[in-house]
Structures are given as structure tokens and as C-alpha cells.
């Protein structure tokens, strides 16, 4: 049986990457794997810029959704990925390479996950976390001015200019055709908890 293949989105700061580092933990060993849309932004160079001329990294074009779909296809026919690590334009840090292995259960993360058009199709179960915009800015805030050490103002400019129009265009849509839609204000452990149980189901299905 090929990977059932599972495609988890909602806007920047809707607390995605925790939820998914929690569903992670929760799952049997070599059970699931992860596909971050993280490591498929172009380089700065290719980014489109505003009428300020500073670089929109949240528009659709920003990411290489191509190569993201051509991955995955890979990964559904039981092959492994190797990936350069995208690491924010930080001249500081030297990029990683990340082993993806295909396996029984494979999440696809980011806020175009469910995108692609051909990806969508191939997608068995699509996943939005939702979070209101206000918990959303706040956790964009804590992320990239503090945790990446990014210029407060900057991050201010592009949560107004860039993010918010963007996911009102691009992103809120997904949310009414979601298979599963979990809010996460505060929490999500309910809904982590029929995730993870499903998702276990599937996974035992595959290993057999």
C-alpha cells in the first residue's frame, strides 16, 4: 500500500509546527514521517518584492511548489529524500542536510500544503489548524523577532502588508474544504488525540 499521505496547513503562527512536533511524538516508531514546506523557499533573490521593494515570503511564489510536489510523489512511490536545510537567509548558520525517509504515514506541513492543485489531489486526508488572528500575530512576533532575531519593525511591516492579506487570499479558504479542522487558541490535545489515533490506524494498515 502506498503512503497515506496527510496535508496539515493554516496560517503563519496558528501554532503548526508544535501541533505536528506533538502528533510526532505520539506516533509509533518508523510509522510517520515529516515533509516541511520550510525547506523549499527560493532564494532571496527570486523573491517577489512590494512597492517598498522589500521581499514578500508570504505569497505562493515565494516557495518552490513544484519540487515540493515532485517529492512527494517521490516519497508516495517509497523513496527517500535528501534535502538542504533552509536556514532564513542567516548568513550565520550553515545549512543542514535532512534525511526523509518514506514511511507508512507522511505529514505534509506548511501554509500552501494544500496548494497545489496535483498535490491535492493526491492528499487522502487534509488538515487545517485554526487560530484567531490575534494569537496568530502573537506567536509570528515571538517567532521571528525574538526566537530568529529578526527587526521588530520588519516583522510588524510584513505581518500587515504581506502575511494577513495573503492568508485571507490564500489560506482561509482551505479551512471550509478541510477534512478536519482544529482550533488551537489555546489548546488542541482533543483534536491531537483523534488525529494521533487515526493516523496510528493507517500507519498499522501500511506495516503489515
Known amino acids: 500500500m502506498k503512503p497515506y499521505l496527510v496535508g496539515i496547513t493554516g496560517g503563519s503562527g496558528s501554532g503548526k509546527t508544535t501541533f505536528i512536533n506533538a502528533l510526532l ?5 518508523n ?7 520550510d525547506n523549499y523557499y527560493k532564494s532571496i533573490d527570486q523573491q517577489t518584492k512590494d512597492e517598498n521593494r522589500i521581499e514578500n515570503f ?3 511564489s515565494s516557495l518552490d511548489l513544484d519540487k515540493f510536489y515532485s517529492d512527494v510523489v517521490r516519497l508516495r ?3 527517500d529524500l535528501q534535502l538542504k536545510e533552509y536556514t532564513f ?8 542536510m535532512i534525511h526523509i525517509p518514506s514511511a507508512p504515514v507522511i505529514l505534509l ?8 492543485p496535483e498535490l491535492n489531489d493526491l492528499i487522502d486526508l487534509k488538515v487545517y489548524i485554526d ?5 496568530r500575530r502573537q506567536r509570528r512576533i515571538q517567532r521571528d523577532a525574538v526566537e530568529r532575531g529578526y527587526d521588530q519593525d520588519d516583522v ?15 489560506i482561509l479558504p482551505h479551512r471550509s474544504k478541510a477534512d478536519l479542522v482544529i482550533p488551537n487558541n489555546h489548546h488542541f490535545e482533543k483534536g491531537l488525540e483523534m488525529l494521533g489515533h487515526f493516523l496510528k490506524s493507517k500507519a498499522q494498515e501500511r506495516m503489515l
Open 25 to 29: 511524538a505520539s506516533m509509533p516508531v
Open 31 to 37: 510509522s510517520v514521517s515529516l515533509l516541511s514546506q
Open 58 to 60: 508570504d505569497i505562493p
Open 77 to 79: 512511490e517509497g523513496h
Open 89 to 96: 537567509n542567516r548568513s550565520d548558520v550553515v545549512p543542514k
Open 109 to 116: 506541513e506548511g501554509i500552501y500544503a494544500l496548494h497545489h
Open 131 to 135: 487560530a484567531d488572528e490575534h494569537h
Open 156 to 170: 510588524l511591516y510584513r505581518l500587515s502588508q504581506h502575511h494577513q492579506p495573503a492568508f485571507e487570499q490564500y
